[in-house]
């Protein structure tokens, strides 16, 4: 079945880098694209970036100069590295089966299967 | 970006009710809409998308509508299991945006 794992340092200082890893299985990524999407504690949703089974990747323009998405296939995981932390980038991380594809003129752009978040708090 | 408002933002009902969750879109999205679950300490889960079609998996009981900006999440026979948050996703343009939630308590 499809899964999906995320790791992580839970506690980051800011001005550093966070990266964080997720691990899938039950797909391939060379098929399926893998976005993150962040929560800040108690709040909405915000998807930061995604990378496509092509290997190419989209970022949300309010986190693009400071995000980069990565992936290794072989290991099937996905990375995700922020520079530049602060404060407000605390939040729980999630990644997600990314599903897009166009059917008789039908968009669908979602994510369809979730990791269970990963927690990253950034404080001096 | 698409500004995506959910309302309302609390809602409390009785088990058996039926609710509606809207989701007003800033522009036209041309019903590029899903809806997600997402229950205390979980992650969300998808529900619907194409602002009306089901995913497998998912009780009956939910169904979507909508079109142009307006958007509306159903769920029939409110059940102790439905106590979550609900989200609404747009994917007409990008960035991909979300509505700010909707918390759903049982009375």
């Known amino acids: 079945q499809v899964q999906l794992e995320e790791s992580g340092p839970g506690l980051m200082q800011p001005s550093e880098t966070l990266s964080l890893t997720c691990t899938v299985s039950g797909f391939s990524l060379t098929i399926n694209g893998v976005g993150w999407v962040r929560q800040p504690l108690g709040k909405g949703l915000v998807w930061m970036g995604t990378?496509?089974?092509?290997?190419?990747?989209n970022y949300n323009s309010a986190v693009q100069s400071r995000l980069s998405i990565s992936r290794d296939t072989s290991k099937s995981q996905v990375f995700l590295k922020m520079n530049s932390l602060q404060p407000e980038d605390t939040g729980t991380y999630y990644c997600?089966?990314?599903?897009?594809?166009?059917?008789?003129?039908?968009?669908?752009?979602?994510?369809?299967?979730w990791g269970q978040g990963v927690m990253v708090t950034v404080s001096s | 970006d698409i500004r995506m408002t959910q309302s309302p933002a609390s809602l409390s009902a009785s088990l058996g009710e039926t609710v509606n969750i809207e989701c007003l879109a800033s522009e036209d999205i041309y019903s590029d809409l899903a809806w997600y679950q997402q229950k205390p300490g979980k992650s969300p889960q998808l529900l619907i998308y194409n602002a009306n079609s089901l995913q497998n998996g998912v009780p009956s009981r939910f169904s979507g509508s909508g079109s142009g900006t307006q958007y509306s999440l159903k769920i029939n026979s409110l059940q102790s299991e439905d106590v979550a948050t609900y989200f609404c996703q747009q994917y007409n343009n990008y960035p991909l945006t979300f509505g700010s939630g909707t918390k759903l308590e049982i009375k």
């Open positions: 990378i496509w089974a092509g290997g190419s990747t």
């Open positions: 997600a089966r990314h599903v897009r594809y166009t059917y008789y003129g039908y968009n669908s752009d979602y994510f369809d299967y």
